[in-house]
């Protein structure tokens, strides 16, 4: 069984959002609401203050907090190492929206990011928080996938019903294989500069291994023990001071 993990280049990743906006239209998300954020912030001070950006999906952590607190189970792990939210079974009580130490969970119910409300201008049918102009391909509460439902807490679930259909044995899921294409998550089949990897973390010989081996691959926030199964990585090696949350230890 393989442990899916992604590998992003903090070099080649030019901050366009093509990854945000694939990840929209194949998760149904509310404008505003990114399961793949990019996030801008300005280093170094006037007059030569830097631009920079970093790009941050569900970590899908090896010791997930927000599955430890979940008092319904709704939050759970896949025998394949991936951390997903049953819709059915989630209360909306939001414990792992507070446990989870990288903030990328999203409530149904809370106040729009962007106005107008979004979810006014196209109701949702039934349970259903809201009725996309664009649809995704699925709807499939128990793996989360699909529209989120009313009352409950969504987050990015690695493009679940592509990846869970990929070969037995894949060591990576790589857009430039014709045959594995279709299962390769949005955000990194959408990546024009081919900064996204994804591939088994347990197989020494994938792609997504040798990168993290070869480039000191780097884990954000790895202190609070979640051990991420997205890692950093950039030309020089990630521990070369790229990724912002592990800059001051690398340093010194
Ligand atoms: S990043 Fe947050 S939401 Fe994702 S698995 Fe880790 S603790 Fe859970
Ligand atoms: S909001 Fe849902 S997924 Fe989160 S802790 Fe509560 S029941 Fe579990």
């Given at each position: 069984m393989a442990k899916w993990g992604m590998v992003i280049d903090l070099e080649k990743c030019t901050g366009c959002q093509a990854c945000s906006t694939a990840c929209q239209m194949e998760n149904n998300r509310l404008p505003g609401e990114n399961y793949q954020d990019v996030l801008y912030y300005t280093e170094g001070k006037h007059p030569t203050p830097q631009l920079k950006w970093f790009p941050r999906p569900c970590m899908h952590c090896?010791?997930?907090?927000?599955?430890?607190v979940c008092p319904t189970k709704a939050t759970y792990k896949t025998e394949d190492g991936?951390?997903?939210?049953d819709?059915?079974?989630c209360i909306g009580c939001k414990y792992c929206m507070?446990?989870?130490?990288?903030?990328?969970?999203?409530?149904?119910d809370e106040k729009p990011l962007i106005e107008p409300n979004i979810k006014q201008v196209f109701k949702g049918d039934g349970d259903l928080s809201w009725n996309p102009p664009y649809k995704g391909p699925q709807q499939d509460p128990k793996h989360g996938?699909?529209?989120q439902p009313n009352g409950v807490v969504s987050k990015c679930n690695f493009c679940?019903?592509?990846i869970s259909k990929a070969p037995k044995g894949t060591a990576d899921l790589d857009e430039s294989n014709p045959e594995l294409v279709e299962y390769v998550p949005a955000c990194v089949r959408t990546c024009a500069p081919k900064a996204r990897y994804f591939g088994d973390l347990d197989n020494p010989n994938s792609q997504v291994s040798r990168l993290i081996s070869d480039k000191q691959g780097t884990r954000l926030l790895d202190h609070t023990g979640?051990?991420?199964?997205?890692?950093?990585?950039?030309?020089?090696?990630?521990?070369?001071?790229?990724?912002p949350g592990t800059r001051s230890n690398t340093k010194a």
């Open positions: 090896e010791e997930p907090s927000c599955m430890h991936v951390v997903l939210i819709w059915d079974k507070i446990a989870c130490p990288y903030g990328v969970r999203f409530y149904t996938v699909g529209i679940y019903h592509k979640n051990k991420p199964q997205v890692y950093y990585v950039s030309g020089g090696g990630a521990a070369s001071g790229a990724v």
